[in-house]
């Protein structure tokens, strides 16, 4: 979240910025010095001074120098972001969690249809946990454990390996790769395989992915 601002006076000032839910002051940022007279930005990552991302909802943030004090606005956050960035689809019963499969496995995700290309964004921020290729069955997939979660979120078949590293950090809505037909989606078309697993067990993903849907 970028905070912009611009201080009044002729002196450079400390600056301090607060984020504010129903009257709880959840985040602080401190600015040494500013300058006044120019336009000036700070980031929010949307996390509390703890370190914990803040929950869904509505924020006031609050900009004080010198004494005085402003609103620089509200913003209402998300934690969680629809992951496939264009027009989609769903496979219908054979994509739908739990379909059954060769050799009696089952499906573990849900499948979202898509055009080879559209853009797949991260549903949460968290870190990257794997990075690899699987010529039998995911192609090219990244697993994400969600920060401050107990879940894992797992993309498959992915047009190119992302470009995002074993432990990396990646923030909620950043481009982590493009939706492909690699492994044995090369037979089905295009789409994305979807897993979360919670406490290590998959659990069906479509009911977070409609909801997600709905304002994402």
Known sequence: ????????????????????????QLRTIDVRQAQP????????????????????????LVVAAGGSKKEAGKVTL???FFPVRGPHGRRGPVGDFG???????????????ARCGTPLAAVTAGTVVKRAYDPRLDGNFIVLRGLGERRKYWYAHMLHPSRFQKGELVHVGEIVGNVGR???????????????????????PEPSLRA???YS
Do not use: Q
Request: with cysteine.
């Open 37 to 60: 007279g120019k336009d000036l930005v700070e980031r929010w990552d949307g996390l509390t001074d703890a370190g914990r991302p803040v929950a869904d909802g509505t924020y006031k």
């Open 182 to 204: 690699t492994g044995n989606a090369r037979t089905v078309g295009c789409h994305l395989h979807l897993e979360i697993h919670l406490n290590g067990r998959p659990i069906d």
């Open 78 to 80: 998300r934690r969680h």
């Open 99 to 113: 379909a059954p499969r060769d050799g009696g496995r089952v499906h573990k995700g849900f499948d979202v249809t």
């Open 212 to 214: 997600w849907d709905r």
């Open 1 to 24: 979240m970028r905070i912009a601002y611009r201080l009044s006076g002729s002196a450079p000032a400390d600056v301090t910025i607060t984020v504010w839910r129903s009257g709880e």
